[in-house]
């Protein structure tokens, strides 16, 4: 998968010419600043709108407004069956449509799962994650700590890389959870990183977490519709993401939940319930007594979020067009010649970075975290007045995502070109 790059405008654009991926762009709106598109390199925050997303939301519109409530049964997609968006779901990440349901929001759903998939039991109470993990999963997880009567930080054992490295070795990784076989109740790490990129070996560190007798979830945040995964064969216990992220969903869509089926067909498994989780036949029927329906779709609670859905639909639609495995070959070269033109600049003393994203392109999806030494902050503001959107984070780092649905290996040359 090397490409002999060039570092040219026209061999930018010749590549765009012959990637066959390349007229997916079209289907989403590109914003604009004084008249010229913008180098948009931020679909790791929130993905860019597909132009038929307000065509799925005015159908809904339309059916509330002629339907009413018989809108539930009498929509064009009936309101009370949402199964067609979760197995649509469910290709993305690999998983069997069962598996899958779409609900809720991304930190709602990570604590859903852990109420169910974590277990604490005598000296076997810990969490184990990833150091410097998203916020919201490190508040989460230390107020399920709290939850079960334990503490925080001493409920958590965080991994950290080694002196003198950003990222952390997969090896590093099995040995800590073989370290502490004895204490961890669940390993719940990213699949993604959101701050370095690095993508983990979620394979290998379900097998060893599973050796070491734990449970194994994964915030897919940063890897839902950047990576390839595969869920149901590597045996995951459970995983969430959210949806306007890499899947173009629109701001604060709607959460995607994976429970393998090892563990979904089991109906008597401890949740938080509500009526929408429970057995379809009786669901109606109002009477007490939680049953739950077998698969994912047991840990719904409330009836769908019809609007969000709806453009959740439009984004997965359009993956429904292509595979992982087509957009990961494309990314593989997109980020391949973000890396090579950045390293040009680096070697020629033009660019004082680092780039703290892993070399090696199985432990990366497309996002590349670019660490800046000095002026960082100037350099990302230059950036922004020139027409890029990317993404700062404090302290210093520089976080570009070039997503393979929607970016060109132009936006990648101008990119580098104004650094
Ligand atoms: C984006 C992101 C979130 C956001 O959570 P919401 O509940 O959707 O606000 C959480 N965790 C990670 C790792 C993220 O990247």
Request: net charge neutral; with cysteine; proline share 5%.
């Amino acid at each position: 998968m090397k490409m002999p790059f060039e570092n040219s405008l026209p061999f930018a654009q010749q590549v765009d010419k012959e990637d066959t991926l390349a007229p997916f762009r079209n289907q989403y709106f590109i914003p604009e600043k004084e008249g010229k598109p913008i180098v948009y390199l931020c679909g790791n925050s929130l993905g860019l709108q597909p132009k038929t997303t307000s065509a799925y939301l005015q159908q809904e519109l339309e059916d509330w407004k002629s339907h009413a409530v018989e809108g539930h049964f009498e929509a064009k997609n009936p309101w009370f069956k949402s199964q067609h968006l979760f197995s649509k779901a469910a290709d993305i990440v690999g998983a069997l449509p069962g598996e899958v349901v779409v609900m809720n929001t991304l930190t709602v759903n990570l604590h859903l799962m852990m109420v169910s998939f974590y277990k604490p039991q005598g000296k076997r109470y810990k969490i184990l994650m990833e150091g410097g993990a998203f916020p919201s999963d490190q508040y989460a997880v230390e107020s399920q700590l709290n939850f079960h009567g334990y503490n925080y930080p001493e409920g958590v054992i965080e991994l950290k890389p080694r002196e003198g490295e950003f990222t952390l070795r997969t090896e590093d990784i099995v040995n800590s959870i073989a370290q502490h076989a004895d204490e961890i109740a669940l390993v719940m790490m990213g699949g993604v990183n959101y701050y370095t990129g690095q993508l983990y070996d979620l394979k290998t560190i379900t097998e060893a977490g599973h050796k070491a007798g734990a449970l194994m979830g994964f915030d897919l945040a940063h890897a839902a519709g950047n990576v390839p995964l595969q869920l149901h064969n590597w045996e995951v216990d459970f995983a969430v993401w959210c949806s306007y992220k890499y899947l173009n969903s629109g701001p604060g869509g709607p959460g995607g939940v994976f429970v393998h089926e090892k563990h979904g067909n089991n109906t008597n498994i401890v949740r938080f319930a509500g009526w929408w989780g429970n057995d379809e036949s009786t669901r109606f029927l109002m009477q007490p007594g939680f049953k739950a329906q077998k698969g994912a779709a047991g840990w719904q609670l409330s009836n769908a979020q019809v609007l969000a859905m709806a453009a959740h639909k439009a984004s997965l639609d359009i993956f429904s067009q292509t595979t992982m495995p087509q957009l990961r070959s494309k990314s593989l070269l997109l980020t391949g010649f973000l890396e090579f033109l950045l390293k040009e600049k680096i070697k020629n003393h033009q660019l004082d970075i680092k780039i703290i994203t892993p070399e090696n392109s199985d432990e990366r999806g497309c996002q590349l975290s670019l660490l800046t030494r000095s002026n960082g902050k100037k350099m990302f503001d230059k950036l922004t007045a020139n027409g890029v959107v990317a993404d700062w984070r404090e302290p210093n780092v520089i976080r570009i995502a070039p997503t393979p649905m929607y970016n060109t290996f132009e936006d990648v040359y101008r990119f580098v070109a104004l650094l």
